[in-house]
């Protein structure tokens, strides 16, 4: 049924004028009396019909390769395979036609291009994640199976409790943190920027870790003018400046000391955290900032590698980065960038 339309609907405009050609004839034979009049009218339309009919089978072979090669294009996009572009160049319906699909095409490669790396994301993620928490997960069993023994002194009782409440206090850091990680890579998280005393945030932050820099015997100080404004999400950046503190008090052994100091620049308002402690090499100044990375120096300390990696996605989404320049065994100096005007 389909296709006997299809043929009704190609032949109506033929049959339509053969229709017309007919009754304009009849009207010639019957209304005009003069004979050579007649033949002259009928001259002109039958070479008037004559260029209309091969009009439209040239019309109609133009329509036909037209869909023909937009079909085509279609057809490779669809196997997979890339459009051919020969004719893209030329001033033609064909090629403005199969120049939107070539681009219509290589959106759709993109888009499964991001959908293969967002997958493979996931699956680094999940496979991170199940790694992470094995380890406090395991430490909690062992301790529980230790409780269980009902002739375990009350002194080792309260050790494996303490060493339990250890491993969930751990676990819990975890998983703060990779809420934390969660919200920065999906966007969830709002930024509320504002132009306020950088002093303030420094102060916040400095407060995060003052009690385990003083437990360990490492001094902290600041520098910073009370009348430096920067334009900044005080919560956020309060956090990363912390991560970053924090990494510092935990690298540097007890006498040492991390500080904070504050320097205007046109541009850019540069904020140092400076320790002295073990260092980093050079081929790891990208690597830190890597999500779960960790040196292998320093697998003794507690940790899970994403204090640096929040840091650095907290203040590039501020429109600021992050340097780092650091010796082995004479200390490490974290530069953040917070841009003036965000």
Known sequence: MKKRYTRFNQTAPLILAGLLFAALIWLLWT???????????????????????????????????????????????????????SGLYEDSLTAKVQGKLRQFYDLMGESRQQS?????????????????????????????????NPRLSAEKRQQSLEAMEAQ???????????????????GTFVLHPEKIRLNDTIAFAMSTVWAKA????????????????VRHDPKWTAEA??????????????????????????????????????????????RVFQRFYRAQETSQEEGVGLGLYLANGIITRQKGYISVKSQKGEGTVFSVYLLNEG
Not at 124 to 145: E, F, N
Not at 168 to 186: A, G, H
Request: charged share 25%.
């Open 31 to 85: 209304y005009v009396p003069r004979a050579a009049v007649r033949h002259g009218i009928l001259a002109v339309c039958i070479g008037i019909f004559l260029l209309a009919e091969l009009w439209v089978l040239v019309w109609r072979r133009q329509i036909s390769r037209f869909a023909d090669e937009v079909c085509g294009t279609l057809d490779a996009a669809i196997a997979g395979r890339e459009p051919d572009t």
């Open 116 to 148: 293969l790396r967002d997958k493979e994301i996931i699956q680094s993620l999940v496979s991170d994640i199940s790694h992470q928490v094995k380890t406090p997960v395991a430490g909690m069993r062992l301790y529980a199976g230790i409780l269980k």
């Open 168 to 186: 969930l206090d751990k676990l819990d850091f975890l998983m703060q943190s990779l809420i934390k990680m969660s919200r920065l890579e999906t």
């Open 214 to 229: 003083e437990q360990k015997g490492v001094t902290l100080t600041a520098q910073c003018a009370p009348d430096i404004l």
């Open 241 to 286: 400046i912390g991560n970053l503190l924090d990494n510092g008090v935990k690298y540097t052994k007890p006498g040492g000391s991390v500080s904070v100091e504050v320097s205007p620049w046109q541009f850019y308002t540069r904020v140092d955290i400076r320790d002295t402690g073990i260092g980093i090499s050079e081929e790891d100044y990208h």
